[in-house]
């Protein structure tokens, strides 16, 4: 008689993994300083890819970021356009709990494989990374992988030198991308009002760059210096780069990338404020028609689309007032009907993957075109 | 219904649901087939063991029952009364409280002089927790305490001058061990005028002891400070540059922190030694004022990387 299943061993309440082990990939010279182990990630707050796939995990407990290589390089370059609805409900059910007891803290697709990734919490912060193939949840360990890492120090460690008992940094981890072989981070803290930008090369080495970034508010010729950043990204503007970045307090600041070195103090130029209520959660850029636009999902508002020509034309201002504006107008930008958009990412050069909460209060995870915006 | 021995179409299921299996290993090798869950199974959770759709067995978590019952140890600023442009408050928890969904959800702000539900904390995604997340840190509207920006144009500031708030934390907050706080937490606030000053170093009183002793130094702040910052910020060193090693305790209203050394006091110099980062309740550093017209500028000293106040230990 076949036996009957065994009660299953409930005891064994470890973390574990559904796949197998991670193989290294063939980016010998990225990943040359990669070690294999546990690194005891404590949180996943933010979560981006570099254009060679090592995925980068920003986690503001431990006040680190760490490249993971995720030997996902096969291009599956998937055509299937991507619908699930109930999707934090499927998160839910593959964790074996209910909605109310998960985070679905920030999304990144794999630029080669086209894989959408999800950073999950649980009531208690057991942090997750899961990855969706096809239709199907996959659980992607974080306890045997090739990994790299670096610490988000102060770069003066005040506190150390009396030989006090030095609370353990935590750094909000606010947003986090890979730009042209740096990770840009920006942090926030959760005891004065302030934040930090870094700029650190990859692979990471022992160095790592602290831009002081000011800003000037053209509404009333002001500048400010520690408002904290939100969100931000990267934009190519003429042929050069640009961050530009949202700030807490509602500005849209750009400041040219080439200008962000150590311990220098840079003005950046305020192009936008984006009014009350309402702050940006997501900032992709992506290409249509030989034009570059960019795309800012908000808390408050729909969906923005921005052409980069706009931006570029208001950039004859530093640090004068310009009452046409510096105001929640702004540069000209076109609201898409995509509204409660919660995450946002390029699904390759035509698509966008996002999650969004509908007016039905249904989560759904769907990718659209590019051409459709 | 019985295992028909093929663990490839085993799945473990929450009761209910049908499409989505528990992500987890099963490992077939010996003679029982373990399964281990991706993440722990959740306390109060029913399961069903299915083969190919059809149900082998089922089973239950027991809910977890913790001894203590979790409470809000206190809110600071601890004062009744606020000023206008309060920046933010810090909310201390007996317990690790949840990691999922937004603090604000919890916390609600009623306006008893107009009457009104206020929203006037500052939404973050990643919101601003400690380590241990039993402590968290809220933000007040920047961008409307700031002057001239669009929201403080729109919306003025967070509070108003003269007008009573009642902050009330709801009690179906939970731990990250899923227990509902013991009872809901109410605050009551009357705000006052803004506070357009820095702390300043040189307005601060000191109770020095005498040498041989163990007592206390004494600080009394010119105004009440930063309750996080004003116990990080503030070092006690010999004339030889050397830290005196020591426990500071600052009182519940951020006015005074007495530091205890942990040998006797020696006769001799000795300096205070402050980070300019110290802010006040309205986040006025040592450094510069949170809203400042830079017209006008009280901005005198960015350079000056720490403030120190000379004391004097007696002999006994």
């Known amino acids: 008689m076949k036996k009957m299943l065994p009660i299953l061993a409930l005891a064994g309440l470890l973390l574990l993994t559904v796949s197998a082990t991670i193989y290294p990939t063939s980016n010998s010279e990225l990943t040359s300083n990669f070690t294999f182990g546990n690194p005891e990630i404590a949180s996943i707050n933010q979560l981006t890819f570099g254009h060679e796939g090592i995925l980068f995990l920003g ?91 670096m610490a988000l120090s102060d770069a003066v460690d005040k506190d150390a030198k009396d030989g006090r008992e030095r609370p353990l940094r935590v750094w909000a981890i606010s947003d986090l991308k890979y730009h042209d072989g740096k990770v840009l981070v920006s942090g926030l803290s959760n005891k004065e009002f302030g934040s930090t930008f870094r700029s650190i090369p990859f692979p990471f080495s022992d160095t790592q760059d602290y831009a002081s970034l000011e800003i000037y508010h053209a509404a009333h010729g002001q500048y400010e210096t520690q408002s904290p950043i939100k969100t931000f990204d ?46 940006p959660l997501d900032i992709i850029s992506y290409e249509k028609e030989g034009k570059t636009y960019f795309l800012m999902s908000n808390t408050n508002r729909p969906v923005m689309k921005i052409d980069h020509k706009d931006i570029a034309n208001t950039k004859e201002s530093m640090t004068e007032p310009v009452e046409e504006w510096a105001v929640a107008t702004g540069v000209e930008y076109v609201s898409l009907p995509m509204v409660n958009i919660l995450q946002m990412d390029n699904q390759g050069n035509d698509k966008v993957v996002y999650l969004q909460r509908t007016s039905s209060g249904d989560m759904v995870l769907q990718s659209r075109s590019t051409e459709r915006m | 219904m019985e295992y028909t021995g093929n663990p490839d179409v085993l799945g473990i299921y929450m009761k209910g649901e049908i499409a989505t299996a ?76 949840q990691y999922v969904g937004s603090a604000l959800d919890f916390i609600k702000v009623y306006n008893t002089t ?50 009573a708030y009642t902050i ?42 005498s040498s041989n002793s163990m007592k206390p130094l004494t600080i009394h702040f010119d105004e009440a400070l930063d309750h996080e910052l004003a116990q990080e ?55 510069r004022l949170f809203d400042e017209n830079l017209g006008n500028s009280t901005r005198t000293n960015e350079d000056k990387s720490d403030y120190r106040i000379k004391f004097k230990i007696a002999a006994e």
């Open chain 1, 59 to 149: 986690d503001s407990k431990n006040a680190t970021v760490y490249a993971v290589d995720l030997g996902d390089t096969k291009s599956e370059a998937s055509e299937a356009e991507i619908d699930i609805k109930g999707f934090d409900t499927k998160v839910a059910s593959a964790l074996g709990t209910t909605v109310d007891k998960i985070e679905i803290s920030d999304m990144a697709v794999h630029p080669i494989t086209k894989t959408p990734y999800f950073a999950v919490s649980t009531m208690d912060g057991t942090p997750i990374l899961m990855r969706l193939k096809g239709e199907t949840l996959e659980n992607v360990p974080l306890d045997q992988i090739n990994f790299s890492e």
């Open chain 1, 234 to 279: 990267v934009i190519t503007m003429d042929g050069k780069d640009y961050l530009m970045a949202s700030y807490t307090c509602t500005p849209l600041v750009l400041f040219p990338m080439d200008e962000l070195k150590n311990g220098v103090h840079t003005k950046g130029r305020t192009v936008a404020e984006l009014g009350s209520g309402n702050s």
């Open chain 2, 22 to 97: 528990v992500l987890g290993t099963f490992d077939a090798s010996a003679a029982k087939i373990l399964f281990t869950p991706a993440v722990p199974f959740t306390p109060g959770q029913d399961y069903e063991v299915r083969e190919a759709g059809q149900k082998l067995s089922d089973f239950s978590i027991p809910a977890k029952t913790v001894a203590l019952a979790p409470k809000i140890m206190g809110i600071y600023p601890a004062q009744d009364s606020v000023p206008e442009n309060l920046l933010k408050i810090y909310v201390h928890f007996s317990q690790p409280m």
């Open chain 2, 114 to 163: 107009e009457d009104k539900e206020e929203s006037i904390f500052l939404a973050l995604e990643t919101e601003l927790w400690n380590r241990r997340h039993d402590r968290l840190t809220l933000w007040l509207d920047p961008g409307r305490i700031k002057t001239d920006l669009i929201p403080n144009r729109e919306l003025g500031l967070p509070l108003k001058e003269g007008n």
């Open chain 2, 168 to 209: 009330t934390i709801d009690r179906k907050w939970k731990t990250a061990a899923g227990q509902e706080l013991t009872e809901t937490y109410r605050k009551q606030w009357i705000v006052t005028a803004p506070d357009t000053r820095k702390p300043d170093v040189e307005n601060w009183k000191l109770d020095a002891p």
């Open chain 2, 233 to 287: 910020s503030i070092g006690i060193y010999g004339l030889d540059g050397k830290p005196i090693p020591g426990k500071r305790k600052l009182n519940k209203w951020g006015s005074t922190l007495h530091f205890t050394p942990s040998k006797s006091w020696k006769k001799g110099n000795y300096e205070i030694v402050v980070d300019p980062k110290l802010e006040d309740f309205a986040g006025n550093s040592l450094h």
